[in-house]
């Protein structure tokens, strides 16, 4: 069967094109405005930057971070709040780099060496960590002035220095999968984990390691979301660990491990970012928006799930 | 000493951590109204935590759509009866129909198509929590829709031996009683069944579960009458129970936990204990649905938020393992009761919500690292 051979390989290619289309027909043109696809980008870089993070911890072996998206508001809660105190900009992006950095340890050690469900630690560090934000915004919305911050992390002087940021992480994650020996264990794991630990592949490290990769790539994107925006509030980042993981899974990366590649999740978070951008120029409201996220993220996997079990049927 | 602990790790800490609520309250939580208060406003967490229980007993799977669905059942019993104006029991019906297809969705998804647990149940956490906040948009301008039967509150937020606040009802007392007694009777019966000897372990215990359940009854007398959602607890707990240690059907359930190769050879059909599984929970949390909802006399959209947070946490205190394998409903209730405790004790002491989400994110935490410690030989 030449065209589902075809389908299999080109579904999120096709999918990214209809879906496109759809919205540009729906939105009656309106999705190419030169605004919107500005817009398009600096809205959904975090779901680059996160799906990045996302997709090698899920590749360890189905370990998953629900809690990113809190992490994001606790760590510019704390980066604002201290520039608030006089603290340069430049020191606070340090501080939230170590934030991040501590806060995948955690996560690492809890489910690589204790071996606890990531969905669990994860879920209850979704709430402590927006609890401890919560505590440091008192409630309020702070925001920010100071020029290095800005200059940084926003489009102020015309070059806008975030995509940078996003090229790094998005790059340093292709680089982890591609080339670097410990994506190679990262797969290894992810695929088997008894041959894995077998080999002499140390479990404990690599997990570790995805998790820390994962909080630093947390505190650049609540850098260049804050940057953006100029605002904490303590509901920022509610849907963005849904949105991440919709990207790695419709970029057909295997909810168990092991499988997928950066290309397909790049794809799949244009995708995500697109369906965000279109079902906003729509009018949808959120509430709606949820209704169609949670659905997607649900046919992704299953449709990856499809066609891969054709694939071994006709093999 | 470390068998002790894993014995009675769940009482242990239910002990302190109500010692502790009770110094810090100054016994402010001891009151007549508190204890039934734990009950009351905690009756979601009994519930869940059973369903919960019973999903994770089938290896480690887990739901954490239960709060979002618990609102899109709200949502659901408002339309049906305050706009659409059906009768109680059609809308009861039509509620377990969507509690049923669901639960019917989400265990074919996960234990037919393999798809992983917590990725179908994300699904649902988006997806019904967007659904039900979009009907209640759609029919009220004010966030809530109200005009709930009266027949229906009755049913699930009323109270059943109901007598004046100020005096003493002595039907609610004797039922509580009745009960006790009737369980220890139960438990004796089966322990002689089975041949082995009572102890005195055994003889503590059942004075203690009499002792915690004169409390009870004669804190319900005070207050007004037996909860309705106590007993819909004490119905869903028991039946649960009893099911799954004396039925063929439960005992597969919890040797698939143990070893689900092993289950499967020996003739265990997998997949369809876990899809029971999923429709269970579903079904369970349509009940809390109901009860959530006749307690708010409305259906809210901040109904059941964070309800997935709760359950968990009280399937973890109870020492309900992730990786499967374990009976523990009666210990995942106590870890109910304990966060129920906990929610209460927090509120009468005037800590902010912060705080609670923090506290309890550290509870769960910390009470699966212990269960991995104390298994870890198993694991290794």
Same mark, same amino acid.
């Given at each position: 069967?030449?065209?589902?051979?075809?389908?299999?390989?080109?579904?999120?290619?096709?999918?990214?094109?209809?879906?496109?289309?759809?919205?540009?027909?729906?939105?009656?043109?309106?999705?190419?405005?030169?605004?919107?696809?500005?817009?398009?980008?600096?809205?959904n870089?975090?779901v680059?930057?996160l799906?990045?993070?996302?997709?090698?911890?899920?590749l360890?072996?189905?370990?998953?971070?629900?809690?990113?998206?809190?992490?994001?508001?606790?760590?510019?809660?704390?980066?604002?709040?201290?520039?608030?105190?006089?603290?340069?900009?430049?020191?606070?992006?340090?501080?939230?780099?170590?934030?991040g950095t501590?806060?995948?340890?955690?996560?690492?050690?809890?489910i690589?060496?204790?071996?606890?469900?990531?969905?669990?630690?994860?879920?209850?560090?979704?709430?402590?960590?927006?609890?401890?934000?919560?505590?440091?915004?008192?409630?309020?919305?702070?925001?920010?002035?100071?020029?290095?911050?800005?200059?940084?992390?926003?489009?102020?002087?015309?070059?806008?220095?975030?995509?940078?940021?996003?090229?790094?992480?998005?790059?340093?994650?292709?680089?982890?999968?591609?080339?670097?020996?410990?994506?190679?264990?990262?797969?290894?794991?992810?695929?088997?984990?008894?041959?894995?630990?077998?080999?002499?592949?140390?479990?404990?490290?690599?997990?570790?390691?995805?998790?820390?990769?994962?909080?630093?790539?947390?505190?650049?994107?609540?850098?260049?979301?804050?940057?953006?925006?100029?605002?904490?509030g303590?509901?920022?980042?509610?849907?963005?660990?849904?949105?991440?993981?919709?990207?790695?899974?419709?970029?057909?990366?295997?909810?168990?491990?092991?499988?997928?590649?950066?290309?397909?999740?790049?794809?799949?978070?244009?995708?995500?970012?697109?369906?965000?951008?279109g079902?906003?120029i729509?009018?949808?409201?959120?509430?709606?928006?949820?209704?169609?996220?949670?659905?997607?993220?649900?046919?992704?996997?299953?449709?990856?799930?499809?066609?891969?079990?054709?694939?071994?049927?006709?093999? | 000493?470390?068998?002790?602990?894993?014995l009675?790790?769940?009482?242990?800490?239910?002990?302190?951590?109500?010692?502790?609520?009770?110094?810090?309250?100054?016994?402010?939580?001891l009151?007549?109204?508190?204890?039934?208060?734990?009950?009351?406003q905690?009756?979601?967490?009994?519930?869940?935590?059973?369903?919960?229980?019973?999903?994770?007993? !089938?290896?480690?799977?887990?739901?954490? +759509? &239960?709060?979002?669905? $618990?609102? %899109?059942? =709200? @949502?659901?019993?408002?339309?049906?009866?305050?706009?659409?104006?059906?009768?109680?029991?059609?809308?009861?019906?039509?509620?377990?129909?969507?509690?049923?297809?669901?639960?019917?969705?989400?265990?074919?998804?996960?234990?037919?198509?393999?798809?992983?647990?917590?990725?179908?149940?994300?699904?649902?956490?988006?997806?019904?929590?967007?659904?039900?906040?979009?009907?209640?948009?759609?029919?009220?301008?004010?966030?809530?829709?109200?005009?709930?039967?009266?027949?229906?509150?009755?049913?699930?937020?009323?109270?059943?031996?109901?007598?004046?606040?100020?005096?003493?009802?002595?039907?609610?007392?004797?039922?509580?009683?009745?009960?006790?007694?009737?369980?220890?009777?139960?438990?004796?019966? !089966?322990?002689?069944?089975?041949?082995? +000897? &009572?102890?005195?372990? $055994?003889? %503590?215990? =059942? @004075?203690?579960?009499?002792?915690?359940?004169?409390?009870?009854?004669?804190?319900?007398?005070?207050?007004?009458?037996?909860?309705?959602?106590?007993?819909?607890?004490?119905?869903?707990?028991?039946?649960?129970?009893?099911?799954?240690?004396?039925?063929?059907e439960?005992?597969?359930?919890?040797?698939?936990?143990?070893?689900?190769?092993?289950?499967?050879?020996?003739?265990?059909?997998?997949?369809?204990?876990?899809?029971?599984?999923?429709?269970?929970?579903?079904?369970?949390?349509?009940?809390?649905?109901c009860?959530?909802?006749?307690?708010?006399?409305?259906?809210?959209?901040?109904a059941?938020?964070?309800?997935?947070?709760?359950?968990?946490?009280?399937?973890?205190?109870?020492?309900?393992?992730?990786?499967?394998?374990?009976?523990?409903?009666?210990?995942?209730?106590?870890?109910?009761?304990?966060?129920?405790?906990?929610?209460?004790?927090?509120?009468?002491?005037?800590?902010?919500?912060?705080?609670?989400?923090?506290?309890?994110?550290?509870?769960?935490?910390?009470?699966?690292?212990?269960?991995?410690?104390?298994?870890?030989?198993?694991?290794?």
């Open positions: 069967m030449k065209i589902r051979g075809f389908l299999q390989k080109n579904y999120l290619l096709l999918s990214l094109i209809s879906i496109t289309i759809f919205f540009w027909i729906m939105s009656e043109g309106r999705l190419f405005y030169y605004g919107n696809i500005l817009n398009l980008f600096q809205q870089m975090y680059f930057i799906a990045s993070g996302m997709f090698i911890c899920i360890t072996g189905g370990n998953t971070d629900l809690s990113c998206g809190s992490a994001v508001c606790l760590i510019g809660a704390i980066a604002f709040r201290m520039m608030e105190n006089g603290y340069g900009g430049f020191v606070s992006f340090i501080v939230m780099l170590a934030v501590a806060i995948g340890a955690v996560h690492g050690y809890l690589g060496k204790f071996r606890l469900p990531s969905i669990i630690v994860t879920l209850a560090s979704m709430s402590i960590l927006r609890g401890i934000a919560n505590l440091i915004l008192g409630g309020y919305t702070l925001s920010v002035s100071d020029e290095t911050y800005l200059r940084l992390f926003s489009v102020s002087d015309g070059f806008p220095f975030y995509f940078v940021f996003v090229l790094l992480c998005v790059s340093a994650a292709v680089y982890i999968s591609e080339f670097a020996p410990i994506g190679r264990h990262i797969y290894a794991l992810g695929g088997n984990r008894k041959a894995a630990r077998i080999s002499g592949i140390n479990e404990v490290r690599i997990i570790v390691f995805a998790y820390i990769f994962m909080g630093i790539l947390t505190a650049i994107s609540a850098a260049v979301v804050t940057g953006r925006m100029g605002i904490v303590p509901s920022l980042g509610e849907t963005y660990a849904m949105d991440a993981i919709a990207a790695c899974f419709i970029g057909g990366t295997s909810a168990g491990g092991g499988k997928g590649k950066m290309s397909g999740v790049i794809m799949g978070a244009l995708l995500t970012g697109i369906i965000n951008q079902m906003s729509l009018g949808l409201s959120a509430n709606y928006q949820n209704v169609i996220k949670g659905i997607i993220l649900v046919m992704a996997v299953l449709s990856g799930y499809l066609l891969n079990r054709e694939g071994e049927k006709q093999q | 000493m470390k068998r002790i602990l894993k009675y790790s769940t009482e242990i800490v239910f002990g302190f951590v109500s010692l502790l609520f009770i110094i810090l309250t100054g016994a402010e939580i009151k007549p109204m508190n204890i039934t208060a734990i009950f009351l905690n009756s979601y967490i009994f519930i869940l935590a059973t369903g919960m229980a019973i999903c994770m007993t !089938s290896r480690g799977n887990i739901d954490i +759509s &239960i709060g979002s669905f $618990v609102c %899109f059942i =709200c @949502a659901m019993g408002g339309v049906f009866m305050a706009v659409m104006k059906l009768n109680t029991g059609f809308t009861i019906i039509l509620l377990l129909i969507l509690g049923l297809l669901w639960g019917c969705l989400s265990g074919y998804l996960i234990s037919y198509l393999k798809i992983p647990a917590w990725v179908t149940t994300l699904g649902g956490y988006l997806s019904f929590r967007g659904l039900g906040v979009a009907l209640i948009n759609t029919f009220s301008t004010t966030g809530s829709i109200v005009g709930i039967d009266q027949s229906f509150m009755k049913l699930f937020s009323g109270k059943i031996f109901s007598s004046p606040i100020d005096s003493f009802g002595q039907g609610s007392l004797l039922f509580c009683i009745i009960l006790a007694v009737s369980a220890i009777t139960y438990k004796l019966y !089966s322990l002689r069944k089975e041949g082995s +000897s &009572i102890t005195n372990s $055994v003889i %503590f215990g =059942c @004075a203690l579960s009499f002792a915690v359940s004169l409390v009870i009854g004669v804190s319900f007398s005070l207050t007004g009458g037996v909860p309705v959602s106590f007993v819909w607890m004490l119905i869903v707990v028991g039946i649960t129970q009893i099911w799954i240690e004396k039925s063929a439960g005992r597969k359930l919890i040797m698939l936990g143990a070893n689900p190769e092993n289950a499967r050879i020996a003739g265990v059909n997998v997949k369809r204990a876990v899809f029971m599984t999923y429709i269970f929970m579903a079904l369970c949390a349509t009940l809390t649905g009860i959530v909802l006749s307690r708010f006399h409305a259906s809210s959209s901040y059941g938020v964070n309800f997935e947070m709760d359950t968990i946490a009280a399937c973890a205190i109870g020492g309900v393992s992730l990786y499967g394998g374990k009976q523990r409903i009666l210990k995942a209730i106590l870890g109910a009761a304990l966060i129920g405790i906990i929610n209460l004790g927090l509120s009468l002491i005037g800590i902010d919500m912060n705080w609670q989400w923090i506290i309890k994110g550290i509870i769960i935490v910390a009470f699966v690292s212990f269960d991995m410690y104390l298994k870890k030989d198993r694991y290794e």
